[in-house]
């Protein structure tokens, strides 16, 4: 199924050749509107005019958050705010928000370019869509809702939170397909068997989650609790919200829409391309937005291109779910720890819950890392000895999978706090 054939679809070269036409007229539109980027063009000589291949792009400018900040709120905008008509913005954890902004037209492209996703994915307009992401400033809710009401799809605009309402409505209007994060999803399906209601009684099919990083063990228990089949989709508040790229019904990586992103992936020490099929800094140029167009942005997320055809016949590239972000990998005594890395591991030990914290400290200047893992009650109850094994065998599995090694404590189930949104699994006390 697809929802833009010919632009999935599309042969390499013809691809190539749109994208080099969109990223002239895009650097013309900033050289022209946008006072950085004319003036960083400026000082690095760039001539875009010249430009024959893709490969130029190396000769660009990268953008970089901390310019979103400097430029707060509207400097980095291609058009006057009048031909704003939406604006969204991201709190972020650290520093100032920013903010971003749509034509009419990027409207249009985004609820397009999210349709597709939903398409990809496997839904149609005969699906009734839940979303449970917030809607506001966040681009989760209104980002999906659009979409799906470009599909056709009958639309809840639940938004996040209020998860026993959720569950009544999913039962009354027959939702089929349910948009979250995954963290809430798990949260659902707990808050499900506390109400009694058995997930196979209910009429999901789909769960499209995102926004924030899972893994496959995640996704295999939201699929074995909910009865649903659990895509990922990936975007990014700066690049436009969600529809950047998403997983077909294949699920071996997120296709790029790339006839709108030009995707590369970067040492993220060297700025040079990795190797093809290593894992690198995703950096993005957008190819068509309006109001908010950007050069070589640096997401700071981690993954790789996948490498050969996707049976599904869409001839764009695939990226591999996001390993985390640079600025969440954790360095526990030297050694790089993604919280995804973690969950693997303690997804696929039968007797804990999936649910977890990690905590890192630092005591005479040695880094010690605790997982805090919930346990079911019989697991919780166990005799000394039995636990004991169960969590030597944790241990044994994250040293040998990570390289690193934890402290690991059981606690007992729903007493870890619970994510409505993007879930918080780090308490790093260490003052670095
Ligand atoms: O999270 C946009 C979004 C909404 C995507 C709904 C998908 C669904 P931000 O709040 O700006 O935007 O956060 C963007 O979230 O840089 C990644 O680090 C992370 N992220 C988003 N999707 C995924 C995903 C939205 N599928 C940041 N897997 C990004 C892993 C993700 N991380």
Wanted: with cysteine; proline share 4%; aromatic share 8%.
């Amino acid at each position: 199924m697809f929802w833009e054939k010919d632009k999935e679809c599309m042969g390499r070269e013809e691809l190539e050749q749109l994208q080099l036409e969109r990223l002239q007229s895009v650097l013309y539109r900033v050289g022209t509107h946008v006072p950085f980027y004319r003036q960083k063009f400026n000082e690095l000589k760039v001539n875009y005019d010249s430009f024959t291949s893709l490969d130029d792009l190396r000769s660009l400018p990268f953008t970089m958050k901390q310019d979103l900040r400097d430029n707060y709120p509207y400097g980095l905008f291609a058009v006057p705010l009048r031909e704003v008509v939406r604006l969204h913005s991201s709190s972020g954890t650290t520093g100032n928000a920013t903010v971003v902004g749509y034509t009419k037209n990027d409207i249009n492209t985004w609820s397009n370019l999210v349709a597709r996703i939903l398409c990809c994915a496997g839904l149609t307009e005969d699906d009734v869509i839940q979303i449970a992401f917030g809607y506001g400033l966040f681009t989760g809710g209104f980002g999906l809702h659009y979409g799906a009401e470009r599909l056709g799809a009958s639309v809840i605009p639940i938004s996040a939170g209020n998860t026993k309402r959720q569950i009544q409505i999913m039962q009354d209007f027959k939702t089929t397909a349910l948009v979250c994060t995954p963290s809430y999803a798990l949260k659902m399906a707990d808050e499900m068997m506390d109400m009694g209601i058995n997930p196979a009684g209910l009429s999901l099919k789909f769960g499209l989650f995102g926004a924030e990083p899972w893994s496959e063990a995640m996704r295999r228990e939201i699929s074995d609790r909910l009865g649903l089949k659990a895509t990922d989709n990936y975007g990014l508040s700066e690049v436009m919200g969600p529809g950047v790229a998403g997983e077909c019904t294949e699920c071996n990586g997120l296709h790029v829409n790339e006839d709108h992103f030009l995707v590369e992936i970067l040492d993220p020490q060297t700025l040079e391309p990795m190797p093809p099929g290593e894992i690198g800094e995703m950096v993005i140029t957008t190819l068509t937005k309006e109001a908010f167009p950007l050069i070589r942005y640096r997401t700071r997320d981690l993954t790789r291109f996948l490498p050969g055809d996707c049976p599904c016949g869409r001839t764009s590239r695939r990226i591999e779910r996001i390993l985390g972000r640079s600025d969440d990998m954790l360095i526990i005594k030297g050694v790089n720890v993604f919280p995804t890395q973690v969950e693997s591991v303690l997804f696929d030990i039968d007797g804990t819950e999936p649910h977890y914290r990690i905590i890192v400290e630092r005591e005479n200047n040695v880094d010690r890392a605790t997982v805090l893992v919930e346990v079911n009650e019989t697991t919780f109850f166990h005799e000394m000895k039995k636990q004991r094994a169960l969590i030597n065998e944790i241990k044994r599995r994250l040293t040998s999978e990570i390289g690193v090694g934890f402290e690991v404590k059981f606690v007992e189930e729903r007493t870890l706090e619970r994510f409505e949104g993007k879930a918080q699994r780090v308490i790093d006390k260490r003052k670095l």
